[in-house]
């Protein structure tokens, strides 16, 4: 019998591109994880096709239609908990998730960001990282708090920035090391290999293979 994967709840508002990652990840019968359903906030959201294509659960929670962010949130979270969701993954979900939110999922939301955090948080991130003139670019998969793309780090990915570069070019760059991280991330975070460690996370001593893909490539071994 295989074993119990974790159940992902995706949220999205735009083309989805991390949550095919994540589905083709799920795709895989040896990945600890499978996406149970995804919500969009976006009616037109391309990653709304893509979710129907792997056949998974694809549901529109518009939040033009209610009055209060706590009301868009309990529709949310009514669809999550009917979906069984155990982990939130954020994949270019453009709307904050309040504190009350995440006390219904302890510990166990994420979010890719691309950026190496804390460097560039928020909005326009790549156009951020051109502007400050920096050398090294990338993407970081934590744990989401209350603030802004501040939570524990689990993983980071680094791209060179080059001279010719603009926002589309750097941009797509990342976007194909975040495709990879994600996926690497949400095993770590779902088998317990990183667990949750005050500001921090930490990487059980167990993870070898993983861990080492973690590492940058010039780092000791
Ligand atoms: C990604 O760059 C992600 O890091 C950011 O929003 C973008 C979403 O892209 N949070 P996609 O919808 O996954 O293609």
Redesign the pocket.
């Known amino acids: 019998m295989s074993a119990r994967r974790a159940r992902l709840g995706v949220l999205?508002?735009?083309?989805?591109?991390?949550?095919?990652?994540l589905l083709d990840a799920a795709g895989q019968a040896d990945y600890p994880a499978e996406v149970a359903c995804v919500l969009s906030n976006v009616p037109t959201?391309?990653?709304l096709e893509r979710a129907r294509k792997a056949g998974v659960r694809a549901e529109v929670v518009d939040h033009k239609g209610f009055g209060s962010k706590v009301d868009f949130e309990a529709a949310v979270l009514g669809v999550l908990a009917d979906a069984g969701v155990e982990w939130v993954c954020?994949?270019?979900?453009?709307r904050l998730v309040s504190a009350d939110f995440l006390k219904r999922f302890p510990g166990h939301v994420l979010?890719?960001?691309?950026s190496l955090l804390p460097a560039f948080p928020g909005l326009h991130?790549?156009r951020q990282a051109l502007e400050r003139g920096v050398k090294v670019a990338g993407?970081t998969v934590h744990y989401v708090d209350a603030g802004t793309d501040t939570g524990p780090i689990i993983a980071q990915a680094a791209v060179p920035v080059l001279p010719d570069d603009d926002e589309a070019s750097l941009?797509a760059r990342?976007?194909a090391e975040?495709h990879r991280l994600y996926p690497l991330a949400v095993r770590l975070a779902v088998t317990g290999a990183v667990t949750l460690d005050g500001a921090r996370t930490k990487v059980a001593a167990r993870v070898t293979g993983d861990a080492g893909a973690l590492r940058s490539p010039g780092a000791p071994k």
């Open positions: 999205v508002s735009g083309g989805g591109s991390n949550l095919q990652a959201a391309f990653a954020l994949a270019g979900f453009m979010n890719i960001h691309p991130a790549q993407c941009s990342i976007l975040e």
